[in-house]
């Protein structure tokens, strides 16, 4: 919602803070998001990409779609 406006004064600071507080709870989709918005917004990117390869790896934590979701992701923005 912060990441966005949706419902609340739009804040991408608060909204980084709320997924990094899920991301330590190893929610599948907070790293997604979370890699999502740092590399929309040109933030830390190899944060990003790690929290992508993380993802990748929770095989059975993560949905099917959300890996492959993040493997295209990742192959987007690693370096060629």
């Known amino acids: 919602c912060y990441a966005h ?3 609340v004064d739009e804040s991408l600071e608060k909204a980084i803070l709320l997924y990094r507080r ?3 709870e190893n929610y599948p989709l907070a790293l997604y ?3 999502k918005l740092l590399l929309a917004h040109n933030r830390d990117k190899q944060e990003a990409l790690a929290l992508l390869k993380r993802l990748i790896e ?3 934590k993560a949905p099917q779609e959300l890996r492959e979701a993040a ?3 990742l192959k987007d923005h690693e370096p060629k």
Do not use: H, I, Y
Request: overall charge neutral.
């Open 22 to 24: 899920a991301v330590q």
């Open 33 to 35: 998001g979370l890699a």
């Open 71 to 73: 493997k295209a992701t």
């Open 5 to 7: 406006g949706k419902g």
């Open 58 to 60: 929770m095989e059975d």
